[in-house]
């Protein structure tokens, strides 16, 4: 198992490697956010741990780029950060835990090894719900067999629906994962209002059964049970 660890303080990197190692794990330190993007896009890593104070480019702004490229890997971020806020940002970017500092190293462990095990059973290379079903690697989509031809941006949209599949989406938070828009701005309703419509008219309009709907006043949510 081979983790990679992005943190800027050599203390922190050396005593976590050290532990790490220990435990036989194989062990990569990057001291910048720049030197990590590059190493997990040369390198397969099982488990990222990612700092978010780094300099120059922040873990969130590392995150977000890596899991737009499709990066599946676990990442587990280090917060000095222990504010809601900052949790909720960190694991919108696309983080799968996340430990406060200081911790305790063998929750750290802990940490690690539940997502080490989810992630063998959870490398999801396709994403389905009823009969949709959405190839992360070709990038081809079908409902009940037949392709559904998509946009670059539809095509992100269904992702982010899928992956938050059951759950309901406001346009912030599609604002956010799916435009990358820092500040809500208004304009970016229409935009995705009209992309929603588009996506619906290709995933659902031939269809019986309607699988993404519209909550009035709160936004979206595609699932089995919408009708
Ligand atoms: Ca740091």
């Known amino acids: 198992m081979k983790i990679l660890i992005i943190e800027d303080e050599k203390k922190v990197a050396g005593a976590l490697r050290r532990g790490l190692e220990t435990d036989r794990y194989e062990v990569r330190v990057a001291a910048t956010g720049e030197d990590g993007f590059f190493l997990v896009t040369n390198e397969t890593f099982d488990l990222v741990i990612l ?8 873990g969130i702004e590392i995150l977000a780029a890596l899991r737009k490229r499709g990066l599946q890997t676990p990442v587990l971020i280090l917060t000095a950060k222990d504010t809601v806020e900052d949790r ?28 080490l095990r989810r992630g063998r059973t ?33 095509f992100e949209l269904l992702e982010y629906l899928l992956r938050h599949q059951g759950q309901t989406i406001s346009r912030e938070m599609l604002a956010q ?16 209002d009209v992309t929603v419509a588009r996506l619906r008219r290709k995933i659902d309009d031939p269809f019986d059964r309607r699988l993404l709907k519209t909550i009035r006043g709160v936004g979206f949510l595609l699932g089995e049970a919408a009708r």
Request: aromatic residues 4%.
């Open 177 to 192: 994962g799916v435009w990358q828009a820092t500040a809500r701005a208004t304009p970016l309703d229409n935009v995705i």
């Open 122 to 154: 959870d490398q999801v290379l396709r994403l389905r719900v009823n009969d949709l079903e959405m190839d992360l690697v070709t990038h081809r989509v079908t409902r009940a067999g037949r392709e559904v031809e998509l946009t670059g941006k539809e």
């Open 51 to 58: 700092d978010l104070m780094l300099p120059k480019r922040d």
């Open 88 to 115: 909720v940002v960190g694991l919108d970017a696309g983080a799968d835990d996340y430990l406060v500092k200081p911790f305790a190293f063998p929750e750290l462990i802990a940490r690690i090894r539940a997502l």
